[in-house]
């Protein structure tokens, strides 16, 4: 579902719309940007910046629940 053998374009909406919410996606997708049709950093920024509000919050809550109660 990650767009890895089949392209997210050719899949069916609902699942393009899961793949939104997939990180996994986004970078096959930057890989695939990057190894088929040699693109530059600013052709995939838009994803790029996806995929890093995506790791900031998935840190934010790690470290939330990480945190020592205080007993």
Known sequence: MSGL?????????????F????????????????????SGFSDFLELFYALTAYAILILILAVNRYKKVKA
Request: glycine share 4%; proline share 9%.
């Open 19 to 38: 793949n939104k919410n997939n990180p996994i996606a986004y970078f096959i997708t930057i890989n695939r940007m990057i190894m088929l049709k040699g």
């Open 5 to 17: 053998f089949t392209p997210i374009e050719s899949m069916p909406e609902w699942v393009q719309w």
